[in-house]
């Protein structure tokens, strides 16, 4: 889909663009992203996910913008994992309750 694959997660994630990418094909949304290459617009970006995140009721845990924009590789893991955790719960719920109405 002309999109750059992920060479290191803790590099590649920090402008918050290919986190919007991820939410945009989970959510099904369309989601601007800032282009620039400052931290300002990093920081926003990753904000704009973690707000997101938290619309979507994905619980995050001491996880903040900065700490995704300086690399940190622990609270990122931390990230990717709730987002996992979050729409697969929810897809497995959803297949239960078609289960149950049927």
């Known amino acids: 889909s002309g999109k750059v694959p992920i060479?290191?997660?803790?590099?590649?994630l920090k402008d918050g663009r290919k986190l919007l990418d991820l939410l945009e094909g989970l959510t099904g949304t369309s989601l601007p992203k800032e282009r620039g290459s400052t931290r300002v617009h990093s920081l926003n970006n990753v904000n704009r996910v973690l707000q997101i995140l938290h619309q979507n009721n994905v619980e995050l845990v001491n996880i903040g913008g900065t700490d995704i924009v300086d690399g940190n590789?622990?609270?990122?893991?931390?990230?990717?994992?709730?987002?996992?955790?979050h729409w697969q719960v929810k897809?497995?719920?959803?297949?239960?309750?078609?289960?149950?109405q049927q």
């Open 7 to 12: 060479k290191d997660l803790f590099v590649d």
């Open 73 to 85: 590789h622990k609270l990122t893991l931390g990230l990717i994992w709730s987002i996992i955790l």
């Open 91 to 100: 897809d497995v719920m959803k297949a239960i309750m078609s289960d149950l």
